[in-house]
């Protein structure tokens, strides 16, 4: 058996990919596996061989919705871009023969699986938010399944027969801590315990104002808290010139970091998350069950990360707040309000374990079984 993903651009579209092909690994130890990525984006390019596969790039390109001159310049260009692709991705595909070819997001997705679903080749699109992006929405037509990773996200496709439920993989890491042991370890189990991150590029009105709640909680210790700044070590300097340290020591209640590498283990510890409303955040947060104030980044295609977040505050798993409209004070009110009161806390931990689907990986996994079955009955 051979299999061969197509992802790119973020965390978001890398890591669940890496976890469908693992555990195809693990039911298939003598399979082949090829990633596909954009040959100058080093993300993927960097995690895909970090977890043992093989990738390939290609010369892939975005699309821009906008109708400035600027977009339309920069959009004849990646059409032209996207041809060559196109190109480049028969070749691998040719060359590497594969049973099935999985897409998690991200523009090089469309190349690749639009010249293997031209070859006859079984093909799988996962989307991970709400609102479908470009490339899902522009592959629809021609793959031969479309999975999303929350219910009401097969209501934005057309063609419905395609669009079915299974929930965004997670890694295994995120279901094994006890929230009562990484508290202990982190030293905070007699406090409450917040955690908040923008993205690990950072978000620099988001990093003001979380610099604004840090002072205001520095002066009333109602919460301890930690906060990863993204950007890298310029992200952590410019958080502490907000702040006017010198250090880090200056801190009682904060703790400030420019990348959080143990993630499922600090927010396993968290009471409350705060961060964006990306597909992947939002299947880990359900994952561990974890209360969250949302506040989705305006700056996203389609304002999805919004969408999603109104999914799951209608669900009384989250509140969202509006970036625009988010202010310190605001913050520490909300934290505070939640802070005190422990039955909203259960409730909305409740409602958010209610969306984790432990089981997306192995629907996943079975429905790309299931069409390369349908198509070579022999492989059944």
């Known amino acids: 058996m051979k299999f061969m993903f197509a992802c790119g651009g973020t965390g978001g579209h890398i890591n669940p990919a890496i976890a469908v092909a693992d555990r195809l690994k693990e039911l298939f130890p003598d ?3 090829l990633f596909v990525g954009g040959k100058d984006n080093s993300m993927e390019m960097e995690l895909v061989p970090k977890a043992g596969y093989k990738i390939e790039g290609i010369t892939a390109s975005n699309l821009r919705r906008g109708m400035r001159p600027g977009d339309i310049a920069h959009n ?19 060359e590497f023969k594969p049973n099935a070819v999985i897409g998690t997001g991200g523009y090089v997705c469309y190349p690749v699986l639009r010249a293997a679903a031209k070859m006859g080749i079984p093909t799988v699109v996962h989307e991970s938010n709400v ?3 470009l490339t899902t929405r522009m592959l629809e037509k021609h ?31 995120f279901r094994q801590w006890d929230k009562d042991v990484a508290k202990s370890r982190l030293g905070v189990e007699n406090s409450f315990f917040v955690l908040s991150f923008w993205g690990s590029l950072g978000a620099l009105y988001m990093n003001q104002k979380t610099a604004e709640l840090i002072n205001i909680n520095e002066k009333e210790g109602r919460f301890k808290h930690m906060h990863s700044t993204g950007g890298g070590e310029k992200g952590l300097m410019a958080m502490r010139e907000m702040l006017g340290l010198d250090d880090d020591e200056q801190l009682r209640h904060t703790q400030l970091f420019s990348y959080i590498y143990d993630i499922p283990m600090i927010m396993a510890a968290a009471d409350l998350v705060l961060c964006r409303a990306g597909g992947s955040t939002l299947n880990e947060l359900a994952a561990l069950g974890k ?20 999914v799951l505050q209608s669900g009384g798993a989250a509140i969202m707040i509006r970036e625009k409209e988010c202010n310190a004070r605001m913050l520490f009110d909300a934290i505070c309000e939640i802070s005190e009161n422990k039955s909203r806390l259960q409730d909305m931990s409740a409602a958010m374990k209610a969306l984790d689907r432990p089981d997306a990986t192995d629907r996943i996994v079975d429905t790309i079984l299931s069409l390369i079955g349908e198509r070579n009955p022999n492989l059944r």
């Not at 004849?76 to 691998?92: D, H, N, P, V």
């Not at 104030?293 to 109104?310: C, D, F, K, M, W």
């Open 131 to 133: 609102l479908p992006g």
């Open 31 to 33: 399979a082949a596996f």
């Open 291 to 310: 209360p969250a104030i949302l506040i989705p980044s305006p700056y996203v295609t389609g304002n999805h990360q919004e969408i999603n977040a109104r």
């Open 143 to 173: 793959v031969d399944r479309i999975l999303v990773g929350f219910e009401a996200g097969k209501a934005n496709f057309k063609n419905n027969n395609k669009a079915h439920f299974t929930g965004t993989p997670v890694r295994n890491e």
């Open 76 to 94: 004849i260009r990646a059409t032209e871009r996207t041809a060559r692709a196109l190109g480049q991705s028969r070749r691998i595909i040719k």
